[in-house]
């Protein structure tokens, strides 16, 4: 007999947000409220028509409190049912803002998935929140298929932290802004079923 909390049908969605000028130019943004640029809103609503063709069951839908984030839920079409503090951004403290290449001025090599931001989370922290995601949106499959609706580096710790992967091997998993991966069941194991679909763009 099936275990209907593992049963292959039930799906976790997560979606980052689309494109803004700070994602655009590779800039760290947790906090900070930088709006979707015109070409992110066209693939908010692209993502929006792809996961309408996955005929999701009766979707919960839980969207980071950010605005790019349930903006991007609400031009997908995403009627969604709360906001949860536990899918914002990874914090990056002091390098909220800077680019990668900024960074490696002060420290070579940087990279969020291998060494620490100072003033912000580490990366037990995280793991730990990723895991809380993962037990919560699990425990609501029993019933209906869940979106989650957030952010880059975080979603991409959820995804390693549902395989069962330390949140570092969250590296190997690279998310597009308003793409999105389906996670879910083989044989009772939690498995990624699609990764990173990115939005067709040019199509309204």
């Not at 070409?39 to 609503?45: E, L, T």
């Not at 100072?118 to 929140?129: I, M």
């Amino acid at each position: 007999m099936i275990d209907p909390m593992t049963a292959p049908e039930r799906r976790l969605v997560l979606l980052r947000h689309g494109e803004t000028e700070w994602a655009r130019l590779g800039r760290h943004t947790s906090t900070t409220e930088v709006p979707l640029t015109e070409r992110g809103a066209v693939q908010a609503r692209e993502a929006g028509r792809q996961l309408s063709a996955l005929a999701l069951n009766d979707p919960l839908v839980v969207t980071s409190p950010r605005r790019r984030a349930h903006v991007t839920a609400t031009l997908a079409g995403l009627t969604h049912d709360r906001r949860w503090d536990a899918l914002t951004e990874w914090d990056y403290g002091e390098f909220e803002g800077l680019t990668t290449a900024e960074i490696r001025e002060q420290i070579p090599h940087w990279t969020v998935w291998t060494h620490p931001c100072p003033g912000g989370e580490t990366h037990e922290t995280v793991a730990s929140r990723a895991d809380m995601v993962v037990h919560t949106a699990e425990a609501a499959l029993a019933d209906r298929d869940v979106v989650l609706v957030g952010h880059g580096h975080f979603l991409r710790a959820v995804i390693a932290r549902w395989v069962e992967l330390p949140v570092a091997e969250g590296r190997r998993f690279l998310l597009d802004p308003a793409a999105h991966t389906v996670l879910g069941y083989e044989h009772g194991f939690r498995t990624i079923l699609t990764h990173n679909v990115t939005p067709r763009e040019g199509t309204e």
